[in-house]
């Protein structure tokens, strides 16, 4: 019975992993995120931010200069901010993917509210640098009538009225049939893969998830009969903060296939009390603990973490002892609160680490990942990180190989094997499958 058991458990294993190769081979999004672009967050900063001191968000700083000088002070921005050059780059880094997110109002007119129209614009211009450079492009409609948040990434912060006005919820459909009517179109195939629903939707209070389900549904089928001539262009849904396993009956309830709907998911590890209580290697053991729950609902439909960063609260004394925190006295101690540019060798690579086991689980155990972001303080610059040394270059280098229990085969610690395959190597009953 013993053997018996071995051996079904081992097929179990080599079952999954001819699904996830089948799903995965070649297709993993290595993204990164345009923060703070198409919608301004302060906390990522900017010279646009000078001209209205008092802004927290889009909303408010449209409101405080008034529609003339907030769309002069805007175009200023969206032409500097993220830039043909910026898509090269991250191109050169080995970044195939970026995911853009986009406001209501800059798709629809609102004359409700101060918001200026002209992004859409900046928009194609980027999709078009998108395509030169062989990257592909989620539309990311993150910010909705109503704010499905109220965090200043919805463009207002404060208030949630999304589910609370009758009126937003069709209104949010109907952008998104705009959206995807115009960009499945046959000359944005071979760039936009994606749009996504709704950013960060919270689950509680003025929020009921079972409200945002059936937002999902009626969402899902609105864009799929509004698609042109990409029919394959997917369909992403956030987690709304709930369990992943809480979305495994979608494709089912909306009727779609594996890859016509995929899952949202963000992951950070500084917004909560029990991860900034983590020490260095707390911080690396959390992030190979998301392989499990990743794992099993990428089995089930597309699953991606459209959001991560290497941002983490530690700090390390100079005998290389890692504590969590954010401030330290002693003399040689150093935290990740401080100028990243700054950052010792031993604090480098305690984000390295980190960072590395991130990717893993994502390259293993997910569909791909989007980096936040692009640009911004600290431990959120992709492009500061590259140039830092604690994102690796080229991605598949690895300092800190095998950390979460697994290796992928594209995966080296001295150069650049590829991306063709990026299997896990999963030391199991039989050696590794």
């Known amino acids: 019975?013993?053997?018996?058991?071995?051996?079904?458990?081992?097929?179990?294993?080599?079952?999954?992993?001819?699904?996830?190769?089948?799903?995965?081979?070649?297709?993993?999004?290595?993204?990164?995120?345009?923060?703070?672009?198409?919608?301004?967050?302060?906390?990522?900063?900017?010279?646009?931010?000078?001209?209205?001191?008092?802004?927290?968000?889009?909303?408010?700083?449209?409101?405080?200069?008034?529609?003339?000088?907030?769309?002069?002070?805007?175009?200023?921005?969206?032409?500097?901010?993220?830039?043909?050059?910026?898509?090269?780059?991250?191109?050169?880094?080995?970044?195939?993917?970026?995911?853009?997110?986009?406001?209501?109002?800059?798709?629809?007119?609102?004359?409700?509210?101060?918001?200026?129209?002209?992004?859409?614009?900046?928009?194609?211009?980027?999709?078009?640098?998108?395509?030169d450079a062989g990257l592909k492009v989620w539309i990311d409609l993150h910010g909705i009538p109503g704010s499905q948040n109220g965090f200043d990434n919805s463009g207002h912060a404060g208030a949630v009225d999304w589910q609370t006005n009758s009126s937003n919820m069709p209104a949010s459909i109907a952008v998104l049939q705009s959206l995807a009517e115009k960009y499945s179109a046959s000359n944005y195939s071979d760039v936009v893969v994606a749009i996504e629903l709704v950013n960060e939707p919270i689950s509680w209070s003025p929020n009921n998830v079972s409200v945002t389900r059936q937002f999902y549904i009626d969402a899902y089928s609105a864009v799929r009969s509004s698609l042109t001539d990409n029919q394959d262009l997917q369909i992403i849904m956030h987690d709304s903060f709930v369990n992943l396993s809480d979305w495994s009956d979608m494709p089912s309830t909306v009727n779609a296939s594996y890859d016509q709907l995929g899952l949202d998911t963000h992951?950070?590890?500084?917004?909560?009390?029990?991860?900034?209580?983590?020490?260095?290697?707390?911080?690396?053991?959390?992030?190979?603990?998301?392989?499990?729950?990743?794992?099993?609902?990428?089995?089930?439909?597309?699953?991606?973490?459209?959001?991560?960063?290497?941002?983490?609260?530690?700090?390390?004394?100079?005998?290389?002892?890692?504590?969590?925190?954010?401030?330290?006295?002693?003399?040689?101690?150093?935290?990740?609160?401080?100028?990243?540019?700054?950052?010792?060798?031993?604090?480098?690579?305690?984000?390295?680490?980190?960072?590395?086991?991130?990717?893993?689980?994502?390259?293993?155990?997910?569909?791909?990942?989007?980096?936040w972001s692009h640009t911004g303080p600290g431990a959120w610059n992709f492009i500061s990180g590259v140039q830092q040394g604690w994102i690796p270059q080229p991605l598949s280098d690895r300092q800190f190989p095998g950390q979460c229990g697994f290796q992928l085969q594209n995966e080296t610690d001295d150069g650049y094997h590829g991306y063709h395959d990026h299997r896990r190597v999963k030391r199991g009953l039989l050696g590794s499958i």
């Not at 609260?313 to 969590?324: F, L, R």
Request: charged residues 15%; proline residues 3%; contains cysteine.
């Open 1 to 131: 019975m013993k053997f018996f058991t071995i051996i079904s458990t081992t097929l179990i294993l080599l079952l999954r992993q001819v699904v996830a190769d089948h799903h995965h081979n070649d297709h993993t999004i290595r993204g990164v995120n345009v923060g703070g672009w198409l919608i301004l967050e302060q906390w990522l900063g900017g010279d646009i931010w000078n001209t209205a001191p008092d802004a927290s968000d889009e909303y408010s700083f449209c409101n405080s200069l008034g529609q003339d000088a907030a769309f002069s002070a805007l175009q200023q921005h969206w032409s500097t901010w993220f830039t043909q050059d910026t898509v090269n780059e991250l191109a050169s880094y080995g970044i195939n993917a970026l995911r853009i997110p986009i406001g209501y109002w800059s798709v629809v007119k609102d004359q409700s509210q101060p918001y200026v129209m002209g992004a859409m614009d900046y928009l194609d211009q980027a999709l078009g640098w998108a395509e």
């Open 267 to 371: 992951i950070y590890q500084v917004f909560t009390p029990e991860t900034t209580a983590l020490d260095g290697p707390g911080h690396v053991q959390k992030a190979c603990d998301y392989q499990y729950s990743l794992q099993s609902s990428n089995d089930v439909l597309p699953t991606y973490a459209g959001e991560w960063s290497a941002a983490e609260e530690v700090c390390i004394y100079s005998n290389g002892t890692t504590v969590a925190g954010t401030s330290c006295s002693e003399d040689g101690c150093q935290c990740t609160s401080d100028d990243s540019s700054q950052w010792s060798q031993q604090l480098v690579d305690v984000v390295r680490s980190f960072v590395e086991a991130q990717m893993d689980v994502f390259e293993g155990n997910s569909t791909g990942y989007f980096f």
